[in-house]
Nanobody, 127 residues
Framework: QVQLVESGGGLVQAGGSLRLSCAAS????????MGWFRQAPGKEREFVAT????????YFADSVKGRFTISRDNAKNTLYLQMNSLKPEDTAVYYC????????????????????WGQGTQVIVSS
């Protein structure tokens, strides 16, 4: 079993930055792919970014490409999402997810590939 706890959300003005963290416990963090998803009010949860356990592979949604960076520290069992140049449309609850153990360079954008989820952290971007 894997437990995930997100932190770092908050209120920020458009153009600002936030860094989200996701602390993992319960299993060997370094063997599974991780991802960030978000859900805005009244909308479906959507993919934001994903990273393989080796950090060799990363993928981003078009809406955040060039503004967000995903990284992980396997020694600290922590996933990060650096969000720069934030826009009001980035307002959402952000969730981190973890897959089952996967090959070294595998990362997934599909929500169905994720088995474990955190409780989410709220990000509000004011205009």
């Amino acid at each position: 079993q894997v437990q995930l706890v997100e932190s770092g959300g908050g209120l920020v003005q458009a153009g600002g930055s936030l860094r989200l963290s996701c602390a993992a416990s319960g299993r060997t963090f370094s063997t599974y792919a991780m991802g960030w998803f978000r859900q805005a009010p009244g909308k479906e949860r959507e993919f934001v970014a994903t990273i393989s356990w080796s950090a060799v592979s990363t993928y981003f949604a078009d809406s955040v490409k060039g503004r967000f960076t995903i990284s992980r520290d396997n020694a600290k069992n922590t996933l990060y999402l650096q969000m720069n140049s934030l826009k009001p449309e980035d307002t959402a609850v952000y969730y981190c997810g973890a897959t089952d153990p996967v090959p070294i360079s595998t990362a997934y954008s599909r929500e169905s590939r994720y088995k474990y989820w955190g409780q989410g952290t709220q990000v509000i971007v004011s205009s």
